[in-house]
């Protein structure tokens, strides 16, 4: 157990179901990544929960490579969405490597991958857990068809009854009996759960929507990429455009032309990111989400720390 236990994905999505089952956690004070490796090995640990930057860090130790997991069942990631390369460099070890999806909202379960499925729908969160309800939706709160992207709801007895002091959001957020959790995704002809980005996060480029998970998960596929974030700059033809903050994986290089061709070579035109610029690396909450917010004031708003020419952003 080494995500943070205040945190309801390490306290109840892993921590107490293993307790409640029987079994023995291993806690760590904090997350170190060859720590954490080197524990799997010694305590011969079965199962781990994670958010995708923790198995991100663990893959690019140095110790990854010849690091023996055969002892783990299964490793859950949630939290935020995880990258489709970084799952199969884990399955590429024999390991098991599932998503799932919640919400402190929904204490904490709203979808989970079967383990049968965690090759053939890998980047899928999955069903609906027991009793939940999960439905997408349009802006005018319309349910969509599978296939079409939308706001996931979600309703169940899992789903919180309001926020503290905070009428006017609870009536927002419940609004008709379901949960709007702020997430896009769809759901395929199977009826599996995409969770695509946050809502507040997609990016507006000529009229077409761009969703930063997509256009981050085919970065992330470059060997030479260790993290990147994605967010939205202002751009005077097309009103958005992407904009790509890269941390370049030690003992290799990079250069922004080589970041573009690689993205327009897998992705439309309109998604591949307009600028590129390194950094060491991306601000993250304690639970490991990118603070998009933060990156958009110092390199969007035009800030005396942003090192992007304003009138390179439409400024």
Same mark, same amino acid.
């Given at each position: ?25 291993? =806690? ?25 930057? @923790? ?79 999960? $439905? ?7 349910? =969509?068809?599978?296939?079409? @992207? *939308? ?14 002091? @905070? ?23 199977? *009826? ?5 980005? $946050? ?6 480029? *000529? ?21 990147? *974030?994605?967010?939205? @700059? $202002? ?59 933060? =990156? $958009? ?15 390179? =952003?439409?400024?």
């Amino acid at each position: 157990m080494a995500a943070p236990l205040f945190h309801i994905g390490g306290l109840s999505a892993a921590a107490t179901p293993i307790i409640y089952g029987g079994g023995h956690v291993v =806690l760590t004070r904090f997350f170190v990544p060859d720590q954490v490796l080197e524990f799997i090995e010694k305590y011969k640990i079965t199962a781990m929960f994670g958010i995708p930057i @923790m198995f991100l860090l663990m893959s690019m130790s140095d110790k990854f490579a010849s690091a023996d997991m055969s002892s783990i069942e299964a490793m859950i990631a949630g939290g935020a969405p995880c990258p489709v390369p970084l799952i199969e460099k884990y399955q590429e070890k024999g390991v098991v490597f599932a998503q799932g999806y919640g919400l402190t909202e929904t204490a904490p379960g709203v979808s989970a991958l079967p383990e049968e499925d965690v090759f053939r729908k890998r980047g899928s969160a999955g069903k609906p857990c027991f009793h939940v309800d999960i $439905r997408i939706f349009d802006e005018n709160d319309e349910e =969509l068809p599978r296939g079409e @992207m *939308g706001e996931i709801v979600v309703r169940g007895p899992n789903v919180f009854k309001e926020y503290w002091n @905070m009428p006017e959001e609870t009536a927002q957020a419940l609004r008709g009996g379901w949960f709007h959790t702020g997430d896009m995704g769809r759901f395929d002809e199977e *009826g599996y759960l995409y969770i695509v980005d $946050r809502k507040k996060d997609m990016i507006i480029s *000529g009229g077409e929507n761009i969703y930063p998970a997509e256009v981050e998960d085919c970065i992330h596929a470059h060997p030479a990429v260790a993290d990147v *974030g994605v967010i939205g @700059m $202002r751009d005077v033809k097309w009103r958005e455009a992407p904009l790509a903050l890269v941390v370049v994986a030690p003992g290799s290089e990079l250069t922004e032309g080589e970041v573009i061709e690689f993205c327009r070579s897998r992705l439309a035109g309109f998604k591949t990111p307009r600028k590129v610029i390194f950094v060491d690396e991306l601000p993250r909450t304690p639970t490991g989400k990118i603070l998009k917010k933060e =990156l $958009r004031a110092r390199y969007v708003a035009g800030g005396d720390s942003s090192p992007v020419e304003r009138n390179e =952003l439409g400024g």
